[in-house]
């Protein structure tokens, strides 16, 4: 299982959100391309970027410093969300060197676009599903729809994406743990991977999600621990690979 570092961008610098709120942030760099180095020397083997002013702007604000990542190091594949709403935009990051572009509140409101990009962009695509009580959140967390998440899920399976992001966004930011029965619930409803993410807080959390890594679980995205020193990004690692092996 990898663990996923995360970063991301609000005007220019490295924050982190409280449950998605904008008004909530707390800076952790004024440079994201030293905090994406601190994570590759690390050990990171792949990283997380959310452009925060895109995704709220619905296009991208923060394109140059996604393209300053990937080009400062190709060896290390780095998956991009926040603002993806058209094919030129998808056809632009991965020009810039992104490996996967991930598909949020576009996903949900038109899910006929998802099909599309997973015909055009075959390999690349990701879908993010932003979740509370089963249900997919949109714009921002800031409402909550009536699909259920496993519908949706299995219903992007079929449109061919690579993985799905489930983020509990009521542990997201607050530090109180993951949600690895809603998490495993998922992984078991489709065959396509899923990456982990919200509510990371611990050691603790990694050793639970390694357990259960094998219904499908290839990847836990952790922001906020890392930073607060919560969560040691190389002994979670370290821990993730240990488990696997046994």
Not at 57 to 68: F, L, R, S
Not at 80 to 103: C, H, K, M, P, S
Not at 161 to 168: F, H, M
Request: proline share 3%; aromatic share 6%.
């Amino acid at each position: 299982m990898l663990i996923i570092p995360a970063i991301d961008i609000k005007d220019g610098k490295c924050v982190r959100l409280r449950q998605g709120d904008m008004d909530q942030e707390t800076v952790f760099a004024d440079d994201p391309l030293e905090m994406a180095a601190r994570w590759v020397e690390a050990g990171a083997r792949r990283i997380h970027l959310v452009d925060l002013n895109g995704a709220f702007a619905g296009e991208p604000k923060n394109a140059h410093v996604v393209k300053a990542i990937c080009e400062a190091y190709p060896e290390v594949p780095v998956q991009v969300g926040g603002g993806i709403r058209d094919e030129d935009t998808i056809q632009a990051y991965l020009n810039a060197g992104v490996q996967y572009v991930i598909i949020g509140t576009k996903a949900v409101a038109a899910p006929h676009f998802v099909n599309d990009v997973c015909l055009e962009f075959p390999g690349h695509i990701i879908v993010g599903l932003d979740a509370k009580d089963g249900k997919v959140a949109v714009d921002g967390w800031s409402k909550l729809s009536k699909h259920d998440v496993i519908d949706m899920a299995q219903h992007f399976e079929k449109d061919g994406v690579e993985a799905i992001i489930y983020t509990d966004i009521s542990r997201d930011g607050m530090m109180n743990g993951v949600n690895i029965e809603a998490t495993v619930k998922l992984a078991q409803a489709i065959h396509i991977p899923v990456i982990a993410s919200g509510g990371i807080t611990n050691i603790e959390d990694i050793k639970k999600l390694s357990k259960v890594a094998d219904e499908g679980i290839i990847g836990a995205i952790t922001g906020r621990a890392i930073y607060e020193g919560s969560l040691d990004f190389v002994e979670a690692q370290a821990l993730a690979d240990e488990l696997a092996s046994d």
